[in-house]
């Protein structure tokens, strides 16, 4: 199969061109910096150096493909956030009509049923609705779980407080993903015969916040360490203060508010959806641990 990623070579895209490339696939890779161009060559792929909002450039890198993967970043283009990324969504989706890709892979997230009050991601609400009137297209929504890798950002609180925290409770239930889980999905999704539009949930554990803490400070010899609750202005001035933009520091607020009163979780919580991902929590605080 010719497949085409748009994700560069970060987290998800890396380990996804190596699982096609392995299977002996055809794989284009989309990438912004004409610098990794060395590096997805190395693995066996293409590169097609351009921007995910240039609609002519991905018709020409989406034409040919028997499948796309589109995905875009949490923080497109600085400011205007939401707007961005949602003109990226027409981008690839006038790309996909024109190029006449049949099957589509987009990575989206737990939250993305909702248009607001999930920061980032209602940007995926907005390109999921505008795939939903692609027409023969089979697309798979990739529902990802909060990020496992999202807990690397607590590590200067560990060092000076003691503590990891954020705008939800202790309590609060958190389904959690590791990027290769993504990446594993995505590839199996992508290689799939499929027909319609669905939505699949990828999920590696579900667990409250209070148990990250305590299996991260289990991991790194502070078996103590607790989860603290902030306020919504405490984590915004926290992340402003970390060197966060204030656009993205508000978002992720606001997505931390999602998390505490249970509206980004419901739908995978109120589907059933099963938990598929194979790097359990335990596993992750090693790789934590190790990065500390």
Do not use: C
């Amino acid at each position: 199969m010719k497949i085409t990623i748009a994700g560069s070579l970060g987290n998800i895209g890396r380990p996804l061109t190596q699982n096609l490339v392995k299977a002996g696939h055809d794989v284009t890779v989309i990438s912004s910096s004409p610098a990794r161009e060395a590096d997805i060559n190395a693995l066996g792929a293409k590169a097609a150096i351009g921007y995910v909002n240039d609609s002519a450039f991905l018709n020409d890198a989406f034409t040919g493909a028997h499948a796309v993967f589109t995905m875009t970043p949490p923080n497109m283009g600085g400011s205007n956030i939401i707007k961005n990324t949602t003109l990226a969504g027409e981008a690839f989706a006038q790309a996909i009509k024109q190029s006449g890709v049949q099957r589509v892979v987009m990575l989206s997230s737990i939250g993305g049923d909702l248009p607001t009050g999930n920061g980032p991601i209602a940007g995926l609400y907005n390109i999921e609705q505008l795939f939903n009137q692609l027409n023969g297209v089979a697309i798979t929504y990739l529902r990802a779980g909060y990020f496992y890798t999202n807990f690397y950002n607590d590590i200067p609180l560990i060092e000076g407080m003691d503590i990891m925290g954020g705008n939800f409770p202790d309590t609060a239930v958190l389904p959690l993903v590791h990027p290769n889980d993504i990446a594993e999905a995505a590839a199996e999704e992508l290689q799939k015969a499929a027909s319609g539009n669905y939505i699949r949930y990828i999920v590696s554990d579900v667990v409250q916040a209070g148990a990250v803490a305590k299996a991260l400070g289990v991991a790194i010899n502070k078996p103590e360490l607790p989860w603290v609750e902030f306020t919504d202005e405490q984590s915004l001035q926290g992340m402003l203060q970390a060197g966060l933009p204030e656009e993205i520091a508000g978002l992720y607020t606001e997505m931390g508010t999602g998390l505490s009163n249970g509206s980004v979780a419901s739908h995978f919580l109120k589907t059933n959806a099963p938990v598929t991902g194979k790097i359990k929590l335990e596993e992750f605080a090693k790789e934590f641990a190790a990065k500390f």
